[in-house]
């Protein structure tokens, strides 16, 4: 059974850092595509950065600049990680952690088919 969890959430003020990570266990092989989603109240969940089975990274526009995905591949447990810079109220949001065992990576929640239940993320101005 694929498991997804979410950490590192919290409260910060504006300009301050957050690192986010997700915990992924479940999966046959080590290597797959994983991302990060947010959605604010009011608003459609968007995007925010992704990474492939080969590292390869791709980000949202609001993330572009700030945000660094990155992964670490154990053996049984894949651990995905968000390190974001420079937070704005607007980045206020609760921000998931989503993964699909295929190789590539398509920015578009559709595509995912495990997702974690979410850490909030709230910057003060």
């Known amino acids: 059974q694929v498991q997804v969890v979410e950490s590192g959430g919290g409260s910060v003020q504006a300009g301050g850092s957050l690192r986010l990570s997700c915990a992924v266990s479940?999966?046959?092989?080590?290597?797959?595509?994983m991302g990060w989603f947010r959605r604010a109240p009011g608003r459609e969940r968007e995007g925010v950065a992704f990474?492939?089975?080969?590292?390869?990274?791709?980000?949202g526009d609001p993330a572009k600049g700030r945000f660094t995905i990155s992964r670490d591949n154990a053996q049984d447990t894949q651990y995905l990680y968000l390190q974001m810079n420079g937070l704005k109220p607007e980045d206020s949001a609760i921000y998931y952690c989503?993964?699909?065992?295929?190789?590539?990576?398509?920015?578009?929640?559709?595509?995912?088919?495990?997702w974690g239940r979410g850490t909030q993320v709230s910057v003060s101005p």
């Open positions: 990474i492939d089975a080969r590292n390869r990274t791709s980000y």
């Open positions: 479940g999966y046959t092989y080590s290597h797959y595509c």
């Open positions: 989503a993964a699909r065992q295929e190789e590539y990576c398509y920015p578009e929640a559709d595509y995912f088919t495990h």
